[in-house]
């Protein structure tokens, strides 16, 4: 292993310790100004959804970008942990048998398998909400208009036009609401998808680098370009895990893309053909890079690290 991606796997661990103690500190059972109190068993099952979690890429990208503009890192690591809790979120609430009825993530009982479904519910919906607890302090950033345009930012990413509309489409694909079978998506529409249900969340996490540094809208163009690019490419790898993968590496039951009848990159190009687009991904993230010059490695590494990720 060369020492340039040897400096980017510890930094990309570095930032998961950080982003992990900060998670441990900020969900806990004592209750902040303004709160009442925090039961027992929601933070319990908060907690179980939230530490001990993956290689937290997203607040990665937060982290690295809000470097390119000498961000403080502890307001950077705030930014990351919101996002953070939106993507556990999403994760708790996908997990439920309403949706894909998983009982593994990261090696580990999903939370309604831990808990139970009522439990799962009110844990995702108490870490959707506490993202923006997070977000609207001023640990932060000091200016309230910053705390705003990331507000506005992560809420739009994760809502109608982000995440969630990105869900229905990929129910809507499956067939969930016709009664038939699972749609037959051509491309561009299952760019679209993933572009919401996966992609936007990590674009999120790169422009809200630049939103925190105070970027010019040039340098903020070229933040979402490689955003929109590393999404694209996470997906497609996630697809190609999830065909290919081992569900002990993975963390959890692989293959069922296939058995939900799932629109995907893979089902319409095949495996050699989704690992060209793949290729052509990560030469388009560094491409956007380029105004940036060396100060960007350790992010084209990133770009790199999701194209060659085996779980």
Do not use: W
């Not at 990351?80 to 009982?109: I, K, N, Q, T």
């Not at 992609?199 to 979402?224: D, H």
């Not at 790898?237 to 963390?251: K, S, W």
């Amino acid at each position: 292993m060369n020492a340039k991606i040897s400096s980017f796997a510890e930094r990309l661990d570095g930032i998961a310790k950080d982003i992990e103690d900060l998670l441990d500190r900020l969900v806990s059972a004592s209750p902040v100004e303004g709160e009442i109190s925090r039961p027992a068993r929601l933070v319990e099952a908060m907690r179980h959804a939230s530490l001990n979690g993956g290689k937290r890429f997203r607040p990665f990208l937060v982290v690295e970008s809000a470097a390119l503009f000498d961000v403080p890192r502890q307001r950077a690591l705030m930014a990351g942990a919101a996002l953070e809790c939106v993507h556990c979120y999403s994760l708790v609430h996908d997990d439920l048998p309403a949706m894909d009825d998983d009982a593994l993530r990261r090696g580990r009982p999903t939370t309604h398998k831990a808990f139970d479904e009522a439990t799962a519910i009110l844990a995702g919906d108490g870490l959707l909400t506490f993202a923006f607890d997070i977000l609207s302090r001023p640990q932060t950033h000091p200016d309230a208009a910053v705390r705003v345009k990331l507000v506005n930012a992560l809420a739009r990413a994760a809502g109608l036009g982000g995440m969630a509309g990105g869900q229905m489409l990929d129910l809507a694909a499956e067939g969930r609401f016709s009664g038939g079978g699972p749609q037959r998506l051509g491309e561009p529409e299952v760019r679209t998808l993933q572009a919401m249900k996966t992609g936007a969340l990590l674009r999120f996490a790169c422009e809200a680098g630049g939103i925190l540094g105070s970027a010019t809208a040039a340098q903020r163009a070229a933040l979402v370009r490689y955003g929109l690019a590393v999404g694209q490419a996470f997906q497609i790898a996630d697809d190609l895990l999830d065909l290919e993968g081992d569900p002990a590496l993975v963390g959890k039951q692989t293959g069922k893309d296939a058995q939900a009848g799932k629109a995907t990159i893979v089902g319409i190009l095949g495996g050699p053909g989704a690992r060209a687009r793949l290729s052509e991904l990560i030469a388009e993230a560094e491409r956007a890079l380029a105004p940036f010059g060396t100060a960007a490695a350790v992010l084209i590494a990133g770009a790199k690290f999701v194209a060659d990720r085996h779980a």
